[in-house]
């Protein structure tokens, strides 16, 4: 968790001490990881950015592939190449933006996360993926696929029509 809004009450000797725990966390952590960090802020979540060309380097340094935070990035042009940041605004200052928690569970735009989760995310958003359904994920996903493919088919005919859509929803419901 971070706080920007005001400066944290912390030492700072402490920290700093919090942030190396939380280095040291990424680094020895399961790899692939990924950063998710709640920005405590509430209505000003955002209005400072932990995240940009420092951070982005650290962590791609110490195997981290990207972030999910409720808080804002910065200097994207800069950030490490091919780091993956998927954020709740953009802004160009950092203010104090202190680490407040690691290694808790946290909320970020309604989506809970538990140290340990499995998460998938792309530009669009994240998703908390139970474990138990991991390896289910891919054939779900073929799955979906043709599902989809039915109807982009059906759209792409000439003469398109409700009345094609609706053959096509029912060929798609067939696809199991």
Known sequence: MIQSREPGTATPKDKRALRLRYYE?????????ISVIQDIDGADAGIGAFWGEVQSNIHKALGCLGVITDGSVRDINEMADGFFALAGSVMPSHVWADLTAIDVPVSIAGMQVKPGDLI???????????HEVARDISAAAAR???????????????GFSTDILRKAFAQSDEIH
């Open 25 to 33: 966390m990424i680094e020895n952590g399961p790899a692939p990881t």
């Open 144 to 158: 979906i696929v043709r599902k989809e493919a039915v109807i982009l088919d059906a759209c792409r005919k000439p």
């Open 120 to 130: 998938h995310a792309d530009r669009h958003g994240a998703v908390v993926v139970p």
